[in-house]
């Protein structure tokens, strides 16, 4: 069996008003039928780490300000890691179907980003009611909607 290769199938845009995911001609088909869903998965490239140099990265010293001395990159949602792979869990604003654009107020992302993958937030499969975390975050929100008026940049080392 021939292998395949993980190739982009849009990118992050920004503007004044918030943030956008454009899906190449190709893909927007499969843009068919997200009408009612509130919120997408969004994979994506973190292209400013895929140097063999930060793939190699397996530990962090501390980035988080009560979290342990050493941390495994597994742990964090850092994209120094083996694959530069992030998820963003972004709310739908609005989607232009027939360009092929998914409006967002926000997304972790910088302007052109590839868009690996898109998919639809399921709280069937996407959300457990017995989650826990370690001690070292366990104050930070219980939501998406709770972070936006969190203080984030209290929480870290850089």
Same mark, same amino acid.
């Given at each position: 069996m021939?292998?395949?290769s993980?190739? /982009? ?5 920004? /503007? ?9 001609e190709d ?6 039928a ?5 919120h997408l998965?969004?994979l994506?490239?973190?292209d400013?780490?895929e140097?063999?140099e930060?793939?190699?990265i ?9 979290? *342990? ?11 120094l890691?083996?694959? *530069? ?15 092929g654009i998914?409006?967002t107020?926000?997304?972790?992302? @910088? ?6 993958d898109?998919?639809?937030?399921q709280?069937?499969?996407d ?8 001690a070292?975050?366990s @104050? ?6 709770? /972070? ?5 940049e209290?929480e870290?080392?850089?």
């Amino acid at each position: 069996m021939e292998k395949q290769s993980v190739f /982009s199938i849009g990118e992050v845009l920004a /503007s004044e008003d918030g943030f956008a995911i454009t899906v190449k001609e190709d893909y927007r088909k499969a843009l068919t039928a997200l009408e009612g869903f509130s919120h997408l998965n969004i994979l994506w490239w973190a292209d400013d780490f895929e140097s063999m140099e930060y793939r190699s990265i397996t530990t962090v010293k501390k980035p988080y300000k009560k979290g *342990p001395e050493t941390i495994g990159v597994f742990a964090t949602r850092s994209p120094l890691r083996p694959n *530069p792979i992030a998820v963003s869990l972004i709310y739908i604003f609005r989607i232009d179907y027939e360009k092929g654009i998914i409006f967002t107020p926000y997304i972790d992302a @910088h302007p052109g980003t590839p868009v690996l993958d898109i998919k639809p937030h399921q709280p069937s499969t996407d959300v457990t009611r017995s989650a826990s975390v370690p001690a070292w975050c366990s @104050h930070w929100p219980e939501s998406i909607e709770d /972070s936006a008026d969190f203080d984030w940049e209290a929480e870290f080392n850089f």
